[in-house]
């Protein structure tokens, strides 16, 4: 799973200060989740950005559930 998104999801400092985003687009994986968050269906994304292909798509949410997997949250009262 790891090489399928790794042939989608790059990382570049010259390219959104080093955000994960879509290989050869300016599309950040953030953004994508942003747009889910607000509404929006994965098949109105791909019809706004024809750049992104389904595959792409799924491998920004992909990329996304992994990242959350080992996320630490800690509990400290103030």
């Known amino acids: 799973m790891l090489a399928v998104m ?6 570049d400092p010259e390219l959104l200060g080093g ?3 879509v290989r050869g687009t300016r599309l950040s994986v953030e953004f994508l989740l942003e747009l889910v968050a607000g509404g929006a269906a994965p098949k109105d ?12 798509l799924a491998a920004a ?3 996304a559930a992994e990242s959350m997997k ?3 949250v800690w509990d400290i009262p103030a």
């Not at 790794?6 to 990382?11: L, P």
């Open 45 to 56: 994304i791909l019809a706004a950005y024809p750049q992104l292909s389904a595959e792409a």
């Open 6 to 11: 790794a042939d989608w999801i790059t990382c």
């Open 61 to 63: 949410f992909r990329y």
């Open 19 to 21: 955000k994960p985003c």
């Open 70 to 72: 080992n996320e630490v």
